[in-house]
T-cell receptor
């Protein structure tokens, strides 16, 4: 199947700066999930988006699902060192299949 | 209990060895997954079990053999692995019936094949 691409691959920000990662698919997505994986850790679920144009917020994190359901974004306002990790989007499919995007690694320094 | 427990945490095995990775969850989830993750890469789906039946095999070599003895347990039997199979192996579970619910991941087994 088609892989879901994320950009950028890597971003290094100073604490307090904003950060955005984008997830793009060549095909229409039924839903998109976002996960965070800390260095040395395992993926942890953040959110799921299902509806076209959906926007969800979790404190400093804002998630969007595109109108055409082919792209999604995660925006972090005023990053903190605790935001360090790799952020993956993941597309749902039939038969419980969950396929991860390529990921964006975020580094935050003081 | 929202944990997925994997054992062992680390495993070093020779290319002629046979070993097994184990995964357990008690959340009542009926979908369980094995993923393989290489350094700086995304988790790559290997197998999906739905209601204890293998529903997806992503063309994984036969030296990896999954088993789901009951709704709480998932095993991955390893035999005659290659050094390139060294990776983090992640188990996950979710409610069954489509990929519309969150997946819970275990801490993983870091496998080294020598």
């Amino acid at each position: 199947g088609q892989q879901v691409m994320q950009i950028p691959q890597y971003q290094h920000v100073q604490e307090g700066e904003d950060f955005t990662t984008y997830c793009n698919s060549s095909t229409t997505l039924s839903n998109i999930q976002w996960y965070k994986q800390r260095p040395g850790g395992h993926p942890v679920f953040l959110i799921q988006l299902v509806k076209s144009g959906e926007v969800k917020k979790q404190k400093r994190l804002t998630f969007q699902f595109g109108e055409a359901k082919k792209n999604s974004s995660l925006h972090i306002t005023a990053t903190q060192t605790t935001d360090v990790g790799t952020y993956f989007c993941a597309k749902g499919g039939t038969a419980s299949k969950l396929t991860f995007g390529t990921g964006t690694r975020l580094q935050v320094t003081l | 209990d929202t944990e997925v427990t994997q054992t062992p945490k680390h495993l070093v095995m020779g290319m002629t060895n046979k070993k097994s990775l184990k995964c357990e969850q008690h959340m009542g989830h009926r979908a369980m997954y094995w993923y393989k993750q290489k350094a700086k890469k995304p988790p790559e789906l290997m197998f999906v079990y739905s209601y204890e039946k293998l529903s997806i095999n992503e063309s994984v070599p036969s030296r990896f053999s999954p088993e789901c003895p009951n709704s709480s347990l998932l095993n991955l039997h390893l035999h005659a692995l290659q050094p390139e199979d060294s990776a983090l192996y992640l188990c996950a579970s979710s409610q069954a019936g489509g990929a519309r619910t969150e997946a819970f991941f275990g801490q993983g087994t870091r496998l080294t094949v020598v």
